[in-house]
């Protein structure tokens, strides 16, 4: 069922918001449209990341090899821009939500560190975290706050460093898609927020959570692939429709 969110209002069945209420265990798979109101541009779209820069050069581990300096230019240019970007009301309502339920987790396709900014404990980072580098030659990985100024990074070891995110091609961190898998199949109920829900194995999280009896919840500007197995979709801005939505149940 789609209901739009207008005016700041939205009509929430009873039969949806008492499920939400006696639901233990809570999870939320967020996509860059959550981060997309406090400034971080999504991938996909007319304005996307992807319509302007070529993932095949700046996001696949060939592309790195071939050429870091470029890659990691473009990295340092997301790290300024993330570096900007304050969390907003939809982090900082899924924060507040971690603490109502008994279970409660953040599954994040996003790199940018926003819901830990926001205040959230428990978040699996699926795609990794821009803030971190690694080394693939002695493993070492190294957290920073601040925009790299060095171009490329080294290693104490000589090589160089890469972003520890999950590029196009490569496989999830194993214990992030473990504790993901778990998470979703052992969801009362799932919100899935601000992702086209298009990148797998991301995208087969929700359905596994419905699949395994729990309700699934999107909020997003427009439907989705995940709109049609969803129990409800909220068609509205994450940061509008999620605090709202919110005072709706707690
Ligand atoms: P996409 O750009 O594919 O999708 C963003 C989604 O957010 C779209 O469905 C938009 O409709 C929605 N959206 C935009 N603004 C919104 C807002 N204010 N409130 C709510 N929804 C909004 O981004 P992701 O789904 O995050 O992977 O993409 C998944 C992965 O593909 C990313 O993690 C990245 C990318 O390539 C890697 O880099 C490995």
């Known amino acids: 069922m789609a209901v739009s969110f207008e005016r700041g209002r939205l009509e929430l ?51 790195f090899r071939k050429d870091p300096r470029l890659v990691w230019e473009w990295y340092q240019l997301r790290q300024i821009e993330i570096a900007k970007a304050k969390p907003n009301a939809a982090h900082e309502t899924i924060a507040d939500m971690e603490r109502h339920f008994g279970s409660f987790a953040v599954l994040t396709q996003n790199i940018d560190g926003l819901h830990a900014r926001a205040g959230s404990k428990r978040i699996v980072e699926l795609h990794g975290n821009i803030w971190r580098m690694r080394c693939e030659r002695d493993g070492t990985v190294i957290t920073t706050d601040e925009p790299v ?93 999620m605090p709202v939505l919110w005072q709706l149940i707690a």
């Open 149 to 241: 100024k060095k171009i490329p990074p080294l290693c104490q070891c000589g090589a160089i460093l890469r972003p520890d995110v999950v590029w196009f091609g490569e496989q999830l961190p194993e214990t992030a898609a473990k504790e993901a898998s778990e998470v979703a199949r052992t969801s009362d109920v799932m919100f899935v927020v601000g992702t086209s829900a298009v990148v797998y194995p991301a995208a087969a999280l929700p359905i596994i959570a419905k699949n395994s009896g729990g309700l699934v919840v999107e909020v997003n500007t427009e439907p989705t692939d995940i709109s049609a197995h969803a129990d409800l979709s909220v068609i509205g801005r994450a940061g509008e429709v």
């Open 13 to 63: 069945p009873v039969s949806i918001r008492e499920r939400i209420q006696a639901a233990k265990t809570a999870s939320v798979l967020t996509g860059s449209g959550v981060s997309a109101e406090s400034g971080v541009p999504t991938f996909r779209g007319a304005d996307g990341v992807w319509s302007k820069y070529d993932w095949r050069v700046l996001a696949t581990r060939e592309g």
